[in-house]
């Protein structure tokens, strides 16, 4: 346990512990039974490389303060860029609106809370010089070129990402944050006797510059390389429907759509989520257990605290094929009677905090992946994608393919590309049929919308069949 | 307020100039914004902000970099462009990142665009929450509802943009929306959902918050049965509010970025015929109350009306300082404004009682396109056409196929163009569109 007062996040959002116990006075001034006040400051540094020079270089800086004032499942919210005593207690009473009634709070004495950091980095990316970023990108740039002849344009991406969050709650307890990211990514358009094609890959990690290793780097770019080619190959698959073989590692964007923003406590608290009468219940064959995980060392996903200051979590959603919990922030977390599952994430100050994933992916299977392909006489098998999406009371969801195989006779044959998949979330986990013993993480830079917020996440699945009932959007 | 946001500015590129850049731009923005939502009964959540921000773009000998900070203590600010020109300093040299060229700041319009009501400005909470309350209620009579919100969002914004060749300007303006989204009980578990949202710089454009929220219930409702239909070939009705989503992708591949990357599907195709002459699409950044008009645009360039496609034929590419030159062609403008169609003479339900078999698409579930080939694949919802008629609804359906052939299938444009959006696409029906479903 330490106090606010020798933490040095109080040095750099300058406040101390009279002008945080006087904002959360403020905001409970009218009756709330709970108030946050959420510090953030964050720096980001960007470079884009076109045409082989970095052509645009951009720095960010963004501060400010977040308060929110609940009462029941209702909140005040509001926030303040100036971190000035009185702009931050007018942000309070704006917040405490929410509220109607009078009440007086005493100011209460702040404990901190320690938590463990799953992404311990050596230096900050404060604390790295322009200078070393630069080579890292061209050096993308220079790797791509050389893979292939046909290769006409590379751009390289460059992101990352130094957060810092101070929480205080109305409970006493104050709980800090340093939060590293950064991304690389590389695009390739290729051109072959006048036909042309791009694709991309990223690597996005709460990594600092040590993980950019020449290995590490070079893999992202053969990802791009390979993903490109190959498009020259492929067809649109036939339309409709027929069984889809989703490979390991990014497919589980099919678990982030069809399950996990279902299973986020606010949609069922509010019944609106297709899975608000389902809890307990067996929606899934014995071997699937899927789990959303805030521990996962570096990962895109992983969180020490969530943005309400809750330690994080390993959250097992379906356990045995049984829908086991849901994804709860405090306000869902207290309607339900349940403990929170440090699911509670924002945007920025700017955003009010709601259940959401952070890294979600299913456990290993039974199968083999030999077995599983064996298994479909026509379909296709899911490789790389772009984006999904969700309609949480319906059930349906989407997830875009970018690169694909058929499947004919038991055997991988001809490549696809571009084809869009629309199912049913309960549906696609009754007619899960098989899953391998291969189940790995994707570090691509995924982000999830929701109500206009984006956060990282990350996503996993082992080899796994969903048998006849979701629909290729193919051609015929 | 203006002239603040003037000298901050005007400030920040006088610094950027003393620390050692050729030539600066800087745009400092203030928003505000209230956001109240309300749900069965009670209000849920009261959002209010009020945000500012300072952007820079340095032109510092032959290099280039853009910055952004919320902290606009004069100190801060000092040393964030003292350090950025510093960076700048170790970055390649770029030929072709020049500042715009100041004549393209010239003949800047100042007709009315009547961006901004003050009726917005001085919207009293009770307003809101009356509406919020009527709303409520008009959701809430029917006893399928599991559950109904409703929002109302207000807000103004003002933008100050100077740069160190001579230009100067200030862009402000209101916007005000509200809707409701619905959530029926169907089934054991089934939870159909839809919604209806209106958005407009002045209040007296928006229809009464009760004729939006009973939008929102009936489209609800007339989402209960809704079954996935077969695969084939059928004509595919666009509704309004869907068919943004469509032009926006397809305007993605006339960027001059798009084009000079090589990953434009509609490189090469200017005064070619890539749609059926239906087409004919105007960029108006001038239209009276437009959500996206301007005097300007993000360079500075000066605003003027475009014909980007003519009954079928590419007239422009959207194209700016950087990669123009990189091309070698003239900056027409970077960003579109607010696309409008040469209407036809029926709305959607005159071009509905015309088709034999097809679908009419109310809205997008996820999908993309490939920009650089064209191809697309989308996942909608919306309901069957058979012999005229509006029959049930659909779900868990896609759509597939390039854009090249769809915009050349484009056999109907309506007259009932999307008001509330800046993509104003009316009803746009395509023969022979590829379907997926069981």
Redesign the interface.
């Given at each position: 346990m330490h106090t606010l007062e020798t933490h040095p996040f109080a040095t750099l959002f300058g406040i101390d512990e009279s002008v945080v116990a006087q904002a959360l006075s403020e905001a409970m001034s009218r009756g709330a039974e709970f108030a946050d006040l959420y510090f953030q400051h964050v720096r980001t540094t960007s470079l884009s490389l076109e045409d082989g020079i970095i052509s645009r270089a951009s720095t960010g800086v963004d501060q400010g303060v977040g308060i929110r004032a609940v009462i029941g499942d209702q909140v005040g919210y509001a926030f303040s860029e100036s971190l000035e005593a009185d702009a931050i207690y007018v942000a309070a009473r704006t917040a405490a609106a929410i509220a109607e009634g009078t009440k007086n709070v005493p100011p209460q004495h702040l404990q901190g809370r320690d938590v463990d950091n799953y992404y311990a980095i050596d230096r900050g990316w404060d604390e790295v010089n322009i200078t070393e970023r630069l080579p890292l990108v061209q050096s993308a740039e220079t790797m791509t070129r050389a893979m292939d002849p046909s290769i006409e344009k590379v751009s390289v991406g460059w992101m990352d990402r130094d957060e810092r969050v101070l929480i205080v709650t109305s409970d006493g307890v104050f709980s800090t944050d340093r939060r590293p990211m950064a991304t690389l990514y590389c695009s390739v358009t290729a051109n072959k006797n006048g036909v042309r094609q791009s694709n991309g890959a990223s690597v996005s990690r709460r990594e600092g510059i040590d993980y950019f290793t020449e290995e590490n780097i070079r893999e992202v770019c053969h990802k791009a390389v390979d993903r490109t080619m190959i498009l020259f190959e492929a067809q649109r698959p036939p339309a409709g429907e027929m069984p889809v073989v989703l490979a390991a590692g990014a497919s589980g964007i099919l678990l982030h759509e069809a399950i996990g923003h279902g299973l986020e406590a606010d949609f069922n608290r509010k019944g609106t989520s297709i899975y608000a009468t389902m809890m307990n219940e067996k929606v899934a064959p014995d071997f699937v257990t899927i789990v959303d995980d805030g521990l996962q060392e570096n990962d895109r996903g992983a969180l020490n605290i969530d943005d309400e200051g809750q330690a994080t979590s390993c959250t097992t959603l379906i356990e045995n094929g049984v829908l086991k919990s849901y994804l709860h922030d405090r306000i869902s977390a207290k309607h339900y009677g349940v403990s929170p599952t440090g699911s509670g994430r924002r945007e920025s100050f700017r955003h009010v905090p709601m259940p959401r994933m952070r890294s979600t992916y299913m456990l290993d299977g039974p199968h083999s992946r030999d077995e599983i392909i064996r298994a479909v006489d026509y379909g296709i098998i899911a490789d790389t994608f772009t984006n999904g999406q969700v309609q949480i009371g319906a059930g349906d969801f989407t997830f875009y393919i970018k690169n694909g195989w058929l499947i004919e006779g038991g055997e991988i044959t001809a490549p696809i590309k571009d084809v869009n998949i629309i199912g049913n979330g309960p549906e696609a986990l009754k007619n899960v049929v098989m899953a391998a013993g291969d189940a790995v993480l994707d570090d691509g830079s995924w982000t999830c919308g929701k109500n206009g917020q984006g956060v990282p996440v990350s996503m996993g699945v082992p080899t796994m069949l969903v048998e006849k009932s979701m629909t290729v959007g193919g051609v015929n | 307020m203006e002239r603040e946001l003037l000298q901050q500015a005007e400030q920040a590129v006088e610094q950027a100039r003393r620390a050692g850049a050729n030539n600066a731009i800087a745009r400092v923005r203030d928003e505000n914004s209230t956001e109240y939502t309300y749900?069965?009964g009670?209000?849920?959540?009261?959002?209010?902000?009020?945000?500012?921000?300072l952007s820079i773009q340095l032109y510092v000998n032959g290099r280039?970099?853009?910055?952004?900070?919320?902290?606009?203590r004069a100190a801060?600010v000092a040393r964030?462009i003292e350090?950025?020109v510093a960076?700048?300093q170790?970055?390649?040299?770029?030929p072709?990142?020049i500042i715009p060229d100041s004549a393209l700041y010239a003949n800047r319009p100042d007709t009315d665009l009547q961006s901004d009501d003050a009726l917005v400005r001085d919207l009293p909470r009770e307003a809101c929450i009356e509406w919020l309350k009527k709303m409520d209620a008009v959701t809430h009579t029917d006893d399928r509802v599991?559950?109904a919100t409703a929002d109302v969002y207000y807000g103004w914004n003002t933008s100050a943009r100077v740069s160190s060749n001579g230009f100067s300007g200030i862009q402000n303006g209101t916007s005000i929306g509200y809707g409701a989204s619905v959530?029926?009980k169907e089934g054991?578990?089934?939870?159909?959902?839809d919604h209806r949202y209106v958005r407009a710089h002045h209040l007296s454009d928006l229809p009464d918050p009760e004729t939006v929220a009973r939008e929102g219930l009936d489209r609800a409702i007339s989402?209960l049965g809704?079954e996935?239909a077969p695969?084939?070939?059928a004509t595919m009705v666009v509704d309004p509010e869907a068919g943004g989503r469509l032009i926006g992708a397809i305007w993605g591949a006339l960027q001059a970025h798009s084009i000079q990357?090589?990953?434009s599907f509609l490189a090469d195709k200017k005064d070619a015929q890539i749609a059926s002459s239906l087409l004919t699409v105007t960029d108006d950044p001038l239209m009276v109350r437009g959500l996206a008009s301007r005097h300007y645009d993000g360079e500075g360039i000066s605003a003027k009306r475009r014909c980007v496609v003519d009954q079928g034929v590419l007239q422009m590419y959207y194209v700016d300082t950087?990669y123009g030159r990189?091309l070698g062609w003239e900056p027409t403008t970077g960003t579109s404004s607010n696309l409008v169609f040469a209407p036809g003479d029926k709305d959607l339900n005159g071009l509905i009682a015309e088709i034999k078999d097809g679908f009419h698409v109310t809205s997008w579930?996820?999908?993309?396109?490939?920009?650089?080939?064209g191809?697309?694949?989308?996942?909608f919802?919306g309901f069957r056409i058979a012999n005229g008629r509006k029959m049930g609804a659909v779900?868990?359906?896609?759509?597939?196929?390039n854009f090249l052939d769809l915009l050349q299938n484009l056999v109907a444009v309506g007259n009932d163009p999307n008001v509330y959006s800046s993509l104003q696409s009316p009803t746009l029906v395509f023969d022979n569109v590829?379907?997926?479903?069981?």
């Open positions: - | 749900r069965d009670n209000i849920e959540q009261v959002q209010q902000s009020a945000t500012r921000g280039y970099s853009t910055h952004q900070t919320s902290d606009l801060s964030f350090d950025a960076l700048t170790h970055l390649a040299e770029d072709h990142r599991v559950s959530t029926l054991e578990h089934g939870r159909p959902e989402r809704s996935k695969s084939g070939r990357q090589n990953r950087y990189k579930l996820g999908g993309n396109a490939d920009t650089t080939t191809d697309f694949s989308y996942g919802r779900s868990e359906m896609n759509i597939a196929g590829a379907f997926s479903g069981k």
